[in-house]
């Protein structure tokens, strides 16, 4: 079976939030050479990787990966707002919206399954 084939049996709000778990991962692994590899970059970004794997193969424990994800994020969050997104603009919007984009999608997978 194609990957095309496969990416058609997801709904749009399915893809989305395939899309947002995979892209989260690259970004942060990506980051990781200009941040001084910092092992929480790194332990988010495979996380993230291993979470959209697990709902494109749909994966009995995404649901426990995801409220793991989602514990996690909100706690990576809210600590680079309190410690550096307050004084750095970019940095507080693309944490606010990382956050909230990670809570839509979390609502969403738990409530779905």
Not at 95 to 100: N, R
Request: glycine share 6%; charged share 10%; aromatic share 18%.
């Amino acid at each position: 079976m194609s990957l095309a084939t496969k990416l058609k049996a997801f709904k749009p709000f399915e893809l989305a939030a395939l899309s947002f778990y995979a892209v989260t991962g690259i970004i942060l692994l990506a980051s990781l050479f200009f941040t001084g590899f910092p092992p929480h970059l790194g332990f988010l970004a495979i996380l993230s990787l291993i979470t959209a794997y697990s709902f494109f193969t749909k994966r009995g424990w995404t649901q426990w990966l995801v409220a793991a994800m989602f514990i996690i994020i909100t706690a990576f969050t809210l600590d680079t707002l309190f410690s550096a997104g307050f004084s750095d603009a970019l940095v507080g919007v693309s944490m606010l919206g990382y956050a909230v984009l990670t809570w839509i999608f979390t609502a969403y997978i738990i409530l779905k399954k």
